[in-house]
């Protein structure tokens, strides 16, 4: 699965840097160019069967005043 991940965001990524160039170049907001990245990551997971999963450009957020983060190895966030 690791490789798979890596592979998606790789393909996004590239994808992503070759449309978006103008724009980051430009200095456009890094909120911008995270929405950006996610709409990316969006269709090639989608290609690549993961459509239960989403992009979530906004991770960090704060909930309940607890920083929400990914547990290495586990399919659950700890909160």
Known sequence: ???QINEI???A????????R???L?????????????IYLERVKDNAGLS???SDTEYNRKQN???KTAVSG??????
Do not use: P
């Open 1 to 3: 699965m690791d490789d």
């Open 9 to 11: 965001f790789s393909e």
């Open 13 to 20: 990524f590239n994808h992503f840097l070759s449309q978006e």
């Open 22 to 24: 103008s724009n980051i």
């Open 26 to 38: 430009n200095g456009v907001a890094e909120r911008n160019l995270c929405g950006r990245l996610a």
């Open 52 to 54: 239960a999963y989403y």
């Open 65 to 67: 005043g607890k920083v």
């Open 74 to 79: 586990e399919t659950d966030l700890s909160w």
